[in-house]
C-alpha cells in the first residue's frame, strides 16, 4: 500500500523550505490560475473539491469560507498553526518542510474570502518553524507573492506570524483568537462564530495549516481530480502521524480509506517485538480509543466516527500489548488536567477528579466504585463543558473503561490483593 | 427604549405560557416569571459567560428534546422550557458538587453568609452528601490595596469580578491567572489593586471571595438590617443599602435585584466606600457658639432662641430682606423647602439661593425652555437601551461613574453609539461599536454645539422643512448661526469639520438619543450660550428627525435639582412658578456673597453649604462672611465656612435623615434613616422646625412625610410622584412654546499673554463636596491633590512628576503637587476642586469663566 503524496510529493528535497527550491517543484504556480478566476469561483473550487477541515473537527472547508458575514470589512484568515493535539506532528512537518506552501494555500484562501491580513499562531514550542516561516514571508513579499497588487492581479495580502505562550486551549480556534488578540486563552462563547464575529470583531476565517495547504493542489489539478480520491464524503489525502509502540514512527500522506491495519503493518512497519495490538486511538489523544479487533476499519472521517471515534487531527496512536491501559489512559489524563483553561466547572475540575482517581487506581488505592464515579464524571463533562476541551479529556477515559474494564479489574483486584 | 423592534416569542416554561423579545435568554426570562433556575455565573448586567455550568435546563422543541444551558440559550417559538428533571439536576449537582469540594465552607465568617448564592444553590438542589473527599484550600487573603480583600480560598472561578471590571466599569483591573484547576482571579503580575474602586467587583461576588475592608463587620451578612436609601453625593442618584448592626452603620452594599433603585446595583468608590462620614470623631459634637475667636458649646434652646431674637431684631433694625439663607445641594427636599419657608413665610425674605443656582441661574431656564419645546428626559433606567448617547464635557468615571455603567451596558446590549466631547481626552472604555471622540479645546464648547446644529441643516441631515413648520423661529437660528462656518470651528474647537459631519450624521439618525451634560460647561464662562446651543440641537433632532432625545440638564450634588424644584431661588418660588408673581422683593440673593459684602445683607444662615471651598470664587465668598453681621452654619463637620461663623449647629448625615431627593435625571426618590442622629446632632429639617417654633409661627406640616405631602400639594409636577418606585417627576401644567434659544455670537477670548495657562477644576474621582475628606477609606485611596499638566507643558517648564508646582493667577498662587497627564491638553492645569489644602477657588480674580493662570517650578 502505497502513500498518496498529493501535499508531500517533494517534502524530501534539499532546502525546500527555500523560495527558489520550492519554485523549482512549481510552487507558486497556482497563484497564475488563482488570479485568473473570481473569488467566489474559488469558493466553489474547493466546495466542489469536498476538502474538510483538517484540524479535527473535519468541516467542509469551502463551506467555511461562503459563511463570512457579507460586505464587512475588513475580515481575517488566520492559520491554525498551534499543533498541541498528543500524537499530532503532521502540521510541523508542512510547516518546516515546505512554509511556502502554506504561504501559497494562504494567499487563495484570502483571495477567494477578499481578505487583506492573515495571521500564523504557531504552537509556543514552534519557534524553529516560527523562524522559517518569518524567512519565507520575506522571500515571499520580495517576490511579490504578498503585499500590494500581487503579480499585478490588484489583489493584496499580508500575513503576521504569531507565536502562543503554549497553552493546548489556544488551538480551539476561539480562545486562539482571544490569545491572538492578546487576551487570555480561553475559548469564546459561540455563537457568534468566528466567520460573523472573529479576530477583533470581525469576520474570520480559520483554518488548520493542512487543510490550507491542499488548496494550491485543488487549483492546480482541479477539485475533480482532488475528489477523485478517497471515500464517498471523504476526499483525498490525509496526512497521518503514526506515532506509538510501532517499526516506523512517522508521518504518511495516505489515500482517505486506508484501512489501519494498513497504517499499521505496512506504512509503519508493524508493531515493535512483532507484539501483538491492543488499541489504537487513531485521531490523536482526545478521540476514543478502540480495540485492536478494530484494526480494519478504514482510515476516513466515517468510518472512524461509526466505530466510536473519530479522525481528528490525523494522529494514529498505537498501544501494544504490553500495556495496561490504566497507565497510558492516567498520562493523557494529566495532560487534560494540565491543560484545561479553567473556564467552566466541569472540565476545570473533573480533569483534576479523573486524573486522581486514576492517579489512585493506578497507584494500588483504588475500588471499584472509583472506577464507577469515574464514569459519572466522563458523563458530566461529555457534551457538559463550555468547550471541546472536556469531551476530549473524556475521549480515552471514557473509552479505555469501555474497552478495558478488564485492565482496571486487574489492577484493582493486585491492590486488594497487596493490601490484604 | 432603542429603536429597533423585536418580534414576540411565544413559549411555554414548565407549563405556564410566557413571551419574550426574540434573542432574550431562558434564564433571564424564567426568573422573570419568577421561576428558580440554579446558576452561579450570571448577571442579567453581564454578557453571558455560561462557564459555571450549573443552570441546564430541558428544552422540547420541534419534537425534540435537548439538555441546554439556560444562561446563553434564546427562546424560541413554540418552545417548551422544563427547568427541573431528574437529569438537570444530576449535571447541575455535579458542578455544585466539586466547587463545595475546594469551599472553605467557613460561612459563619464570611460576609456573603446568608445571601449567598452558592448555599441558595446547594439549598435548592438539595445537595447534602459530597461523593468527593473534601480538598480544601489554604492560601492567605491578599490584602496589598486599602478597600479590597481578595480571600481567594472561596473564589469558585465564575469571573464576575473579571467581567463586572471590564464590561460594567471600563477598567480591566482584574483577570484571571494561571489555568486549570489553579485558574483564580488577580490582577496583572500581582500588584496591588489600583483601579477606580467601584466595588463593583465585590457585589457580584457570589461566594465572598472579595470583602469590603472599609468594614470590619464579618459573618452572616442575612442578619444585618438594611436600609436602602439614596446616595448622598453625586446627582445620579444611586440606591445605597446601608447594612447596621445594633445601630450602626457596619457598610454599604449594593442591592442588584431590579427595581431597587435607578442603579441595578451599580455604585462607585464614594457611594460605596464614602461611609467614613457617619460615625466619625471629627463631627460637630454639639452647637457653638463664636466667643473672639473661640468656639464654645451652648445648648440647643440657646442656640435657637439666639438665632429668632437675631432674626427679629435684623427684620426690625434692616427689614427682612437684609436676612438671607444659602439652602443646599445636599439637604433633602422636604428640609430645603421648609428653609425657603422659614424666609418666605416666617422671615417674609425672598433671599433665598442655593450654590448652583448662584452660579448658573440659566440652568433653570434651560430646563424649563426644554419642556416648552417638548423635549423631555426618559426615566435613566432607560439609558441602556438608548441608540446614542452624546457625553457632552463630562469625564463620566469621575463625575457620573454609575452613568458611566449605564452606558457600558447600554453598548453591550443595546449597541448603543458612544459620542464623547470633552476637552480632556479621558479614559471611557466601553464595548460600543462606533465610539466618535470629540477632544476640542477648552471652552470652545458652544462653538462645537453650534457648528453641529448647522451642519444638521446645511446638510439637510434633520428635515427642516419639519422643523420649519413647527418652530417659529428657524430662520433666526439659521441667521444666528452664519459664523460657525467649518473654518471658524476648526479654529476654535481644534475639531475638523469631517468629524463633527460624521457626529452629526450620528445623531441625525432614527435613534433614541440620550445627551449628558458634564458640570464643566457650566465653568466655560459660556454655560448659558452652550446649553443653548444644545437645546436647539435637540429641538433640531427631535423636530426634523425620528426618534427620541432626551437631555438633562448638569447638576453636581444629590439634590441640585430638588433644591432649585423646591424653590430655594430668588427667581423661583417652589414648583418653578415665577417670584414677581407673588413677592415684591429687592433682588440681593442673585448676588449673594456681593451683597454680604457690601453690607446690604446683615444675617446670613447657611445650611449644609461650604462656599468657602465649593463656590467658584473663594474671595468673595471671604469677603461675604467676614463682613455679614450675623452668621449661622449649620453641617455636619467643620468647614472653612463654619470657622467664620457666629453660631454652628451640628446636623445628621444623610444616614440619620428621612425625606426626599431628587436627581439630575428627576426622579425623586427615598432617604432612609438607618441609625437615630447622632450625639447631639439634629437634623435639619428638625432644625428648621425649632426656629419656626421659636419665631411664634410653627410648620403645619411636622414629619417629613407632612412636608412631601405638602410639597404634593404645593408643586403639581411632585403630586403624584412615588419616592418609593424611584419616579421621575414630569412637567406639568407647560404650555408649548417652540422656540429656538439665539445667542449672539462673540468670539472665544485669548489668554493673556501672561497668564497663557486654562485652569480646570472639578470633582476628582474619589471626593466630591466637602465631606469625602472625612471618609479614611476615601483618603486612603486618594490621599493627594496632584495638578496634572501635558507633557509638552512640562517640559516647557522643566517639571517631572512629583514636582511642587507654583500657580499663579492675578489673584493669588497655590503651591500644589504635579502629575504629567497626556489626557490633559497642553495650555490646560487641571486641579481638583474641594481639596482642604489647595484652595483652588482661590485663584479666580472675580471675573467669570475660565481661570487664566501661569505655572512654574515651586522651589
Known amino acids: ?420 | 427604549m432603542s429603536v429597533t423592534v423585536r418580534e414576540t416569542i411565544n413559549f411555554t416554561i414548565d407549563g405556564k405560557p410566557a413571551t419574550a423579545p426574540e434573542g432574550t435568554i431562558i434564564l433571564e426570562v424564567a426568573q422573570k416569571y419568577g421561576f428558580e433556575v440554579t446558576n452561579l455565573c450570571y448577571n442579567k448586567k453581564l454578557k453571558p459567560f455560561a462557564a459555571c455550568r450549573t443552570c441546564m435546563v430541558e428544552v422540547r422543541h420541534n419534537g425534540k428534546k435537548e439538555l441546554v444551558y439556560s444562561c446563553t440559550h434564546p427562546v424560541a417559538e413554540g418552545m417548551e422550557v422544563i427547568i427541573h428533571t431528574e437529569e438537570t439536576d444530576r449535571y447541575n449537582s455535579a458542578n455544585i458538587e466539586m466547587l463545595l469540594v475546594e469551599h472553605p465552607l467557613d460561612c459563619p465568617i464570611c460576609d456573603k453568609s446568608g445571601v449567598c448564592p452558592l448555599q441558595d444553590n446547594t439549598e435548592l438542589l438539595e445537595l447534602q452528601k459530597p461523593r468527593f473527599e473534601i480538598q480544601r484550600r489554604n492560601e492567605p487573603s491578599i490584602k496589598t490595596n486599602p478597600l479590597i480583600e481578595f480571600y481567594l480560598n472561596r473564589c469558585i472561578v465564575c469571573g464576575l469580578c473579571v467581567r463586572a471590571c471590564d464590561e460594567i466599569q471600563g477598567v480591566q483591573a482584574l483577570d484571571f491567572h494561571q489555568r486549570g484547576m489553579k485558574a483564580s482571579i488577580g490582577t496583572a503580575n500581582d500588584e496591588p489593586l489600583d483601579c477606580e474602586f467601584c466595588g463593583q467587583c465585590i457585589t457580584v461576588c457570589p461566594t465572598g471571595a472579595l470583602m469590603d475592608m472599609s468594614s470590619d463587620a464579618r459573618g452572616l451578612a442575612a442578619l444585618f438590617k438594611n436600609t436602602n436609601t439614596t446616595c448622598s453625593y453625586c446627582s445620579w442618584g444611586c440606591t445605597v443599602q446601608l447594612e447596621t448592626k445594633k445601630n450602626k452603620l457596619v457598610r454599604i452594599t449594593a442591592d442588584e435585584t431590579p427595581g431597587v433603585g435607578i442603579n441595578e446595583g451599580n455604585l462607585c468608590a464614594k457611594g460605596r466606600f464614602g461611609h467614613g462620614i457617619v460615625h466619625n470623631d471629627e463631627r460637630i459634637q454639639s452647637p457653638l457658639i463664636n466667643q473672639g475667636g473661640t468656639f464654645q458649646e451652648i445648648g440647643w434652646d440657646e442656640a435657637i432662641e439666639m438665632i429668632a431674637e437675631r432674626a427679629k431684631t435684623t427684620i426690625n433694625r434692616n427689614g427682612a430682606e437684609s436676612l438671607a439663607g444659602l439652602a443646599s445641594e445636599k439637604l433633602t427636599n422636604e428640609e430645603n423647602y421648609l428653609f425657603q419657608k422659614l424666609f418666605r413665610n416666617n422671615y417674609g425674605s425672598n433671599q433665598i439661593n442655593n450654590l448652583q443656582n448662584l452660579q448658573a441661574p440659566y440652568v433653570n431656564d434651560f430646563m424649563l425652555n426644554c419642556f416648552e419645546n417638548g423635549i423631555e428626559s426618559k426615566p435613566v433606567t432607560e439609558l441602556d437601551q438608548a441608540d446614542v448617547v452624546l457625553i457632552f464635557n463630562s469625564d463620566l468615571p469621575s463625575e457620573y461613574p454609575v452613568g458611566g455603567n449605564s452606558i457600558r451596558k447600554g453598548a453591550i446590549f443595546t449597541g448603543t453609539r458612544v459620542i464623547f466631547a470633552n476637552p480632556r481626552n479621558m479614559r471611557f472604555d466601553h464595548e460600543s461599536r462606533i465610539d466618535i471622540r470629540l477632544i476640542y479645546n477648552q471652552d470652545a464648547d458652544f462653538m462645537l454645539a453650534n457648528r453641529l446644529c448647522r451642519i444638521l441643516i446645511d446638510e439637510n441631515l434633520v428635515d427642516t422643512a419639519k422643523v420649519q413648520e413647527q418652530i417659529p423661529n428657524f430662520n433666526d437660528l439659521v441667521a444666528s448661526l452664519a459664523p460657525y462656518t467649518a473654518d471658524a470651528t476648526k479654529k476654535a474647537t481644534g475639531l475638523t469639520n469631517e468629524q463633527l459631519k460624521r457626529t452629526a450624521t450620528q445623531l441625525a439618525e432614527k435613534a433614541d438619543r440620550a445627551l449628558i451634560i458634564g458640570n464643566d460647561v457650566l465653568n466655560t464662562g459660556k454655560g448659558k450660550e452652550t446649553l443653548n446651543a444644545l437645546l436647539n440641537l435637540a429641538i433640531l433632532l427631535n423636530a426634523g428627525g425620528e426618534g427620541s432625545v432626551s437631555i438633562y440638564p448638569p447638576r453636581e450634588h444629590c439634590n441640585s435639582q430638588g433644591v432649585n424644584d423646591m424653590g430655594a431661588t430668588p427667581q423661583y418660588l417652589p414648583g418653578y412658578r415665577p417670584v414677581n408673581d407673588a413677592f415684591e422683593h429687592e433682588n440681593l440673593a442673585d448676588e449673594l456673597f456681593e451683597n454680604c459684602a457690601n453690607g446690604k445683607i446683615k444675617f446670613l444662615h447657611i445650611a449644609g453649604e461650604d462656599p468657602m471651598t465649593s463656590y467658584k470664587s473663594r474671595s468673595i465668598v471671604e469677603q461675604a462672611l467676614d463682613t455679614v453681621p450675623f452668621l449661622v452654619v449649620q453641617d455636619i463637620y467643620m468647614s472653612e465656612t463654619a470657622r467664620k461663623a457666629n453660631l454652628i449647629l451640628p446636623t445628621a448625615t444623610f444616614a440619620e435623615k428621612e425625606g426626599t431627593v431628587t436627581n439630575m435625571t428627576r426622579h425623586v426618590q427615598k432617604v432612609v434613616p438607618a441609625i437615630p442622629v447622632q450625639g447631639k446632632a439634629k437634623s435639619d429639617l428638625e432644625i428648621f422646625h425649632n426656629l419656626a417654633d421659636a419665631l411664634g409661627s410653627p410648620f403645619k406640616s411636622k414629619s417629613s412625610s407632612d412636608v412631601l405631602e405638602e410639597i404634593r400639594q404645593t408643586i403639581p409636577a411632585y403630586k403624584d410622584v412615588d419616592p418609593a418606585r424611584h419616579e421621575q417627576w414630569k412637567p406639568s401644567g407647560v404650555t408649548a412654546k417652540p422656540a429656538f434659544q439665539i445667542c449672539a455670537f462673540e468670539e472665544l477670548k485669548a489668554s493673556k499673554r501672561d497668564f497663557s495657562m486654562k485652569l480646570l477644576t472639578n470633582n476628582h474621582m474619589f471626593h466630591i463636596g466637602s465631606y469625602t475628606h472625612f471618609s479614611k477609606a476615601l483618603t486612603d485611596i486618594g490621599p493627594d491633590c496632584f495638578a496634572e499638566i501635558n507633557p509638552k507643558d512640562a517640559k516647557k517648564s522643566e517639571l517631572v512628576n512629583g514636582d511642587t508646582l507654583l500657580v499663579e493667577s492675578s489673584q493669588a498662587n497655590l503651591k500644589v503637587q504635579m502629575k504629567i497627564n497626556p489626557a490633559v491638553p497642553a495650555g490646560m492645569v487641571y486641579i481638583p476642586k474641594n481639596w482642604p489644602e489647595v484652595p483652588v477657588n482661590a485663584l479666580r480674580n472675580g471675573e467669570d469663566g475660565t481661570v487664566h493662570v501661569k505655572i512654574s517650578k515651586s522651589e
Not at chain 1, 479535527?56 to 457579507?70: C, M, R
Not at chain 1, 516506523?248 to 482517505?256: D, T, V
Not at chain 1, 481528528?312 to 498501544?319: D, K, N, T
Open chain 1, 1 to 420: 500500500m502505497p502513500e498518496l503524496k498529493l501535499l508531500t510529493k517533494d517534502i524530501d528535497k534539499k532546502d525546500l523550505h527555500k523560495l527558489s527550491v520550492y519554485e523549482e517543484t512549481g510552487g507558486y504556480g497556482s497563484l497564475k490560475k488563482l488570479f485568473k478566476k473570481k473569488p467566489d469561483e474559488v469558493i466553489e473550487m474547493v466546495k466542489a473539491s469536498g476538502l474538510r477541515g483538517r484540524g479535527g473537527a473535519g468541516f467542509p472547508a469551502g463551506l467555511k469560507w461562503s459563511f463570512l458575514a457579507k460586505d464587512v470589512f475588513p475580515r481575517y484568515l488566520c492559520c491554525n498553526a498551534d499543533e498541541s493535539e498528543p500524537g499530532t506532528c503532521k502540521d510541523r512537518l508542512l510547516l518546516e518542510k515546505t512554509p511556502h506552501l502554506l504561504i501559497e494555500g494562504m494567499i487563495a484562501c484570502a483571495y477567494a474570502c477578499k481578505i487583506e491580513t492573515g495571521y500564523i499562531y504557531f504552537r509556543g514550542e514552534f519557534q524553529h518553524a516560527s523562524d522559517l516561516m518569518d524567512e519565507a514571508l520575506k522571500e515571499a513579499r520580495a517576490k511579490n507573492y504578498l503585499g500590494k497588487n500581487i503579480m499585478g492581479s490588484g489583489f493584496d495580502f499580508e500575513i503576521h506570524t504569531h507565536l502562543g505562550a503554549g497553552a493546548y486551549i489556544c488551538g480551539e480556534e476561539s480562545a486562539l483568537l482571544n490569545s491572538l488578540e492578546g487576551r487570555r486563552g480561553e475559548p469564546r462563547l459561540k455563537p457568534p462564530f468566528p466567520a460573523v464575529e472573529g479576530l477583533y470583531s470581525k469576520p474570520t476565517v480559520i483554518n488548520n495549516v493542512e487543510t490550507l495547504c491542499v488548496v494550491p493542489y485543488i487549483i492546480n489539478e482541479g477539485p475533480e481530480k482532488y475528489a477523485s480520491y478517497g471515500t464517498e464524503k471523504s476526499k483525498g489525502s490525509k496526512l497521518v502521524s503514526v506515532s506509538g509502540h510501532v517499526k516506523k514512527p512517522g508521518n504518511y500522506e495516505i489515500e482517505m480509506g486506508t484501512t489501519v491495519r494498513e497504517l499499521i503493518y505496512e506504512l509503519a512497519g508493524g508493531i515493535r517485538n512483532d507484539n501483538k495490538l491492543k488499541a489504537y486511538i487513531p485521531g490523536g489523544s482526545s478521540t476514543p480509543m478502540l480495540p485492536a479487533d478494530l484494526v480494519d476499519t478504514p482510515y476516513d472521517y466515517e468510518s472512524l466516527a461509526a466505530a466510536g471515534s473519530m479522525l481528528g487531527s490525523g494522529a494514529l496512536i498505537v498501544i501494544d500489548d504490553q500495556v495496561n491501559i490504566v497507565e497510558s489512559t492516567l498520562r493523557l489524563a494529566s495532560f487534560y488536567k494540565h491543560e484545561s483553561c479553567g473556564k467552566c466547572t466541569p472540565c476545570r475540575e473533573g480533569t483534576r477528579w479523573m486524573w486522581q482517581l486514576l492517579d489512585g487506581i493506578h497507584n494500588g488505592e483504588g475500588t471499584n466504585q472509583q472506577v464507577d464515579k469515574l464514569v459519572d464524571i466522563c458523563d458530566n463533562i461529555s457534551f457538559k463543558s463550555f468547550c471541546p476541551l472536556g469531551d476530549a479529556a473524556v475521549g480515552p477515559v471514557a473509552s479505555s473503561i469501555k474497552y478495558f474494564r478488564e485492565d482496571y479489574e486487574a489492577l484493582l483486584k493486585r491492590n486488594a490483593e497487596g493490601t490484604a
